[in-house]
């Protein structure tokens, strides 16, 4: 899409010659960087809970952060109104804060290369609103229909379209058109007078409406969620200890995203507090790992045709057979360590400063067969899928609660496990991985990743991999 067909140019009249006069405003007194980053974005939220839609919302925000950067220091302003006397105060005010003595000519605009990697011609958004509220409402019934000791079920859909733009001073001009959309489902279940035990599951990305009706149905979803739910009815109190822990495909990469994935990112390297800083070319995994972030995957919710810096997205080796190569950098942190940018300057909105963050992030199969894995294991204890977790990025410490889990024994998955608890060390962990299986598949696309008071969408994913030794917290 060229700039003078984009939506803030089409909408509000916005010209190259705007963007040029408010990033000279932003260099007036001097700096090393400046950028603009205009966001519109339209979203919607529909909830069931009792088999009745009890919340739906739409909303709109709108508004342009100005940046303005001097070495490690950074001027940021912003407003929610486009008229050009507020931008430009947003621009003196940011100049204001870096007050740099520094002073960098800017380049003239030119058009970023995007990649085309979610083309929909109508987001969800854009579609009725009773198509989307039916989802809730099928993934309701669909839940209750699984089993009768399922008493309870919530569903949520929430979607957005946001329209962003990004003109640098160091020439990048990128707009982008950004759907976004998921479906999760919630399902408790109880058996006599036991405790309630819940199921949870959801998915989405980058995709039309249509894919919730033929491949990521609500029907899907909710079976699942019922499925985890009725599991735990039978499950024993976790074993605690030192034990082998395999986890399986998909979700369970979220814990190499909080353990590993977030010490990779160059803001934490850059001022040394990461677990992996100055590490590049150390080995800080088992030779079998080999840990990718890839922005450039058609449709899925972490990926990006340009990052939040207006730069395209890219796939970037982090660790490759067990070497530590490089670090997730957005434009500041890349220039400041004088490495190159790899795409991952990302913000939660136009009132955020970008810093450097994941995108889709996962370990790469290995050559091992899933059921070898297992058969491999004497004891130990499976982890099909995680609920929430707490990581130190200074050490790489973290605590995980794996939602569904089970006990292997003589190679064999046999009991479930309620309440385990994964307690270690991120490249700790790493080292100890011994086998990795062929079966590398990524996450439905739910993740949402927070750092620092800012939420984006991500991915995750894993093969079934073998850890040698982990602490696994747990009542017995």
């Given at each position: 899409m060229g700039f003078e067909n984009s939506f803030f140019a089409r909408r509000y009249g916005i010209t190259g010659r705007d963007l040029d006069q408010y990033l000279s405003?932003?260099?007036a007194r001097g700096a090393d960087y400046a950028d603009l980053y205009f966001e519109y974005v339209a979203t919607s939220h529909i909830s069931l809970d009792e088999s009745i839609i009890k919340g739906a919302t739409e909303g709109v925000s709108l508004?342009?952060?100005?940046?303005?950067?001097?070495?490690?220091?950074?001027?940021?302003?912003?407003?929610?109104?486009?008229?050009?006397?507020?931008?430009?105060?947003?621009?003196?005010?940011?100049?204001?804060?870096?007050?740099?003595?520094?002073?960098?000519?800017?380049?003239?605009?030119?058009?970023?290369?995007?990649?085309?990697?979610?083309?929909?011609?109508?987001?969800?958004?854009?579609?009725?609103?009773?198509?989307?509220?039916?989802?809730?409402?099928?993934?309701?019934?669909?839940?209750?229909?699984?089993?009768?000791?399922?008493?309870?079920?919530?569903?949520?859909?929430?979607?957005?379209?946001?329209?962003?733009?990004?003109?640098?001073?160091?020439?990048?001009?990128?707009?982008?058109?950004?759907?976004?959309?998921?479906?999760?489902?919630?399902?408790?279940a109880r058996a006599g007078s036991g405790a309630p035990q819940r199921g949870y599951a959801g998915g989405g990305g980058r995709l039309p409406l249509d894919t919730f009706l033929t491949d990521k149905t609500p029907e899907r979803y909710a079976r699942e969620a019922a499925r985890q739910a009725i599991v735990q009815l039978d499950a024993v109190e976790a074993p605690a200890g030192e034990t082998t822990v395999v986890l399986g495909p998909g979700w369970p990469g979220i814990l190499l995203h909080e353990a590993v994935g977030h010490g990779l990112e160059a803001d934490f390297n850059r001022k040394g507090v990461s677990a992996f800083s100055g590490r590049i070319g150390e080995?800080?995994?088992?030779?079998?790992?080999?840990?990718?972030?890839?922005?450039?995957?058609?449709?899925?919710?972490?990926?990006?045709?340009?990052?939040?810096?207006?730069?395209?997205?890219t796939r970037t080796v982090l660790i490759e057979k067990g070497i530590l190569r490089g670090y997730l950098q957005d434009k500041l942190s890349s220039r400041i360590m004088g490495a190159k940018?790899?795409?991952?300057?990302?913000?939660?909105?136009?009132?955020?400063?970008?810093?450097?963050?994941?995108?889709?992030?996962?370990?790469?199969?290995?050559?091992?067969d899933p059921e070898e894995v297992i058969r491999s294991v004497a004891r130990g204890v499976y982890c099909a899928t995680f609920g929430g977790g707490q990581v130190d990025i200074t050490n790489g410490s973290f605590v995980f609660s794996a939602s569904e889990s089970y006990l292997i024994e003589d190679?064999?998955?046999?009991?479930?496990?309620?309440?385990?608890?994964?307690?270690?060390?991120?490249?700790?962990?790493?080292?100890?991985?011994?086998?990795?299986?062929?079966?590398?598949?990524?996450?439905?696309?739910?993740?949402?990743?927070?750092?620092?008071?800012?939420?984006?969408?991500?991915?995750?994913?894993?093969p079934t991999i073998r850890i040698d030794c982990m602490t696994v917290g747990g009542t017995k």
């Open positions: 405003e932003a260099l508004g342009v952060g100005v940046r303005v950067v001097s070495g490690e220091r950074t001027g940021y302003a912003y407003t929610d109104d486009l008229v050009p006397e507020k931008i430009r105060e947003a621009a003196r005010v940011a100049a204001c804060i870096a007050d740099a003595p520094a002073k960098v000519e800017k380049v003239g605009l030119q058009p970023v290369a995007a990649h085309k990697l979610y083309e929909v011609a109508l987001a969800p958004t854009e579609t009725s609103f009773k198509e989307r509220a039916a989802l809730v409402e099928r993934a309701d019934k669909a839940a209750r229909a699984f089993d009768p000791r399922i008493f309870q079920v919530q569903a949520t859909y929430a979607d957005s379209l946001r329209h962003v733009m990004v003109a640098s001073s160091d020439g990048a001009l990128s707009v982008d058109r950004q759907p976004l959309a998921r479906l999760s489902v919630t399902a408790l080995q800080v995994a088992s030779p079998l790992c080999t840990v990718v972030d890839d922005g450039t995957i058609p449709s899925r919710r972490g990926s990006l045709n340009v990052d939040d810096e207006g730069a395209p997205t940018p790899t795409g991952n300057g990302r913000r939660e909105g136009y009132q955020h400063i970008p810093m450097p963050r994941m995108t889709n992030t996962f370990l790469l199969a290995g050559e091992s190679g064999h998955i046999t009991r479930p496990v309620r309440d385990a608890t994964l307690i270690g060390n991120g490249p700790e962990a790493m080292r100890h991985v011994s086998m990795v299986a062929n079966d590398l598949a990524l996450d439905e696309g739910m993740g949402t990743c927070g750092k620092e008071g800012q939420s984006v969408p991500v991915g995750v994913g894993l």
